[in-house]
């Protein structure tokens, strides 16, 4: 059965490019991970439709910049009322194109419209800085202007939320963006356009472009010099393919890619808050997100309670169609990815863990997988090393805290990490020990468009959220006015 929304205009099939909606002879069929069935199919863009996005972003470039903060910020304000007033109807689309469950879905789209709402606001206070002059007469200061063009390559676990992260800042800055969403959850991209038009956003200031050929947008946004900035959500891998191929032109990056967050339980936690943090964090949307807890670390002394808890916690979990409403845990995005997840459970076992709970494909459909608890997982196993992306959490036992941060610390990715203690000198410390970006302390959810997101090491740069979003969108200028008269 097709999408019911109650816009059925939402639902757009082809890329948005200054204020155009883009047919093409070859379509991307866009198909519900629930169920396997079409949801839409939506035109290729081909590199020529990539470039002439670019053409109308530089286009809008100077008059966009040129309003003021506080039309910039208005716009985006209506284009935020306009998100809120079709929650239901994006969380749908969301729902069958990605199959989270319908109550995330509906809490992404407060996520993701509370960058807009955040930056319609923050627009205003892109303050720079006047100095006490060194030379006499003289007038020293710092002022902020828009990047310019800006690129944008977003993932599929957040349709909505990891779009609107980027660009409310950016156009809120001043800048215009193209973005390029994961082929997989293009029609939440598309949605979100036709509400911006709506809300009064100017032609070309925003453009979507959709396309089968992701190493085609990120080499047409690489090589094209209008383009100042690419800001890219996704894996490790391509953040790195994106970052070489940026140097010629040494644009300004911001990299929000892959984790392998450790979470913590010391001895002096509090054990049930514990449980219910985990699985807040492991298995929001199926264990796909960048900031899931990846490594469960449980003080010796709590190890087996835990374990029991936590397990019953997580077989109690309602898998399902992410449409029905009551379900907890809906399908992986694709086939490829319960190979991936199952691949990695295997070999844990067969080196030694065991599985409290789950340990296979779900019953429900080949592309669900069993909420699953692994117990005697070591360091050394490859599960400890990779971003699991799926319902599946290992537990590992540990004995004082200098070793477990040791431990936490063992990874080249750097984002999030989570624990659990009451000791107060333990928690300041441990905070700081800790090689993340972002440290959680007694709760399984720490994102808001108030606190900046972003991560160390082999989990990129820069940070979304925040006041410091929107400086990724600025540069910073120095005007040094001498005075003539002297
Ligand atoms: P994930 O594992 O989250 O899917 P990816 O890095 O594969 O991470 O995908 C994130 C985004 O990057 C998607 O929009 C995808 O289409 C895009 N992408 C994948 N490969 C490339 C590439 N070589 N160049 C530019 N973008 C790419």
Known sequence: MSLQLKRQDLLKNGSYVGARWLTSESDISVLNPASGDEVARVADAAAHDVSSAIDCAATAFPSWAAKTAKERGQILRKWFDL????????????????????????????????????????????????????????RMEAVKQPVGVCGAITPWNFPVAMITRKAAPALAAGCTMIVKPSELTPLSALALA??????????????????????????????????????????????????????QDLKRLSMELGGNAPFIVFEDADIDAAVAGAVASKFRNAGQTCVCANRFYIHKTLYDEFAAKFSDA????????????????????????????????????????????????????????????LTDVTQ???IARE????????????????????????????????????????????????????????????????????????????????????????????????????
């Open 83 to 138: 998100v809120i007033a079709h929650k239901e109807d994006l969380a749908r689309i969301m729902v069958a194109e990605q199959g989270k469950p319908m109550a995330e879905a509906r809490a992404e789209i407060d996520y993701g419209a509370s960058f807009i709402e955040w930056y319609s606001e923050e627009a205003k206070r892109a303050y720079g800085d006047v100095y006490p002059t060194t030379v006499e007469g003289g």
């Open 194 to 247: 036709e509400l911006a038009e709506e809300a009064g956003v100017p032609q070309g200031v925003l453009n979507i472009v959709v396309s089968s050929d992701s190493a085609m947008v990120g080499q047409v946004f690489c090589n094209d010099a209008r383009v100042r900035k690419l800001s890219f959500t996704g894996s490790t891998r391509v953040g790195k393919i994106l970052m070489e191929q940026s140097a």
């Open 314 to 373: 997580v077989s109690a979990l309602r898998v399902g169609n992410g449409a029905e409403e009551g379900v907890e845990i809906g399908p992986l995005i694709e086939a490829k990815a319960i190979d991936k997840v199952h691949g990695l459970v295997s070999e844990a076992v067969e080196a030694g863990a065991y599985a409290l709970c789950g340990g296979a494909v779900h019953d429900y459909g080949a592309q669900y997988y069993q909420p699953t608890v």
């Open 380 to 382: 050394d196993m490859r």
């Open 387 to 486: 971003e699991i992306f799926g319902p599946v959490a290992p537990l590992f036992k540990f004995s004082t805290e200098d070793d477990v941060v040791a431990m936490a610390n063992q990874t080249e990715y750097g984002l999030a990490s989570y624990f659990y203690a009451r000791d107060v000198g333990r928690v300041h410390r441990v905070a700081q020990a800790l090689h993340s970006g972002i440290v959680c302390v007694n709760a399984g959810g720490f994102s808001t468009e108030v606190a900046p997101f972003g991560g160390v090491k082999h989990s990129g740069f820069g940070r979304e959220a925040s006041r410091y979003g929107l400086d990724e969108y600025l540069d910073l200028k120095y005007v040094f006015v001498a005075d003539l008269n002297r």
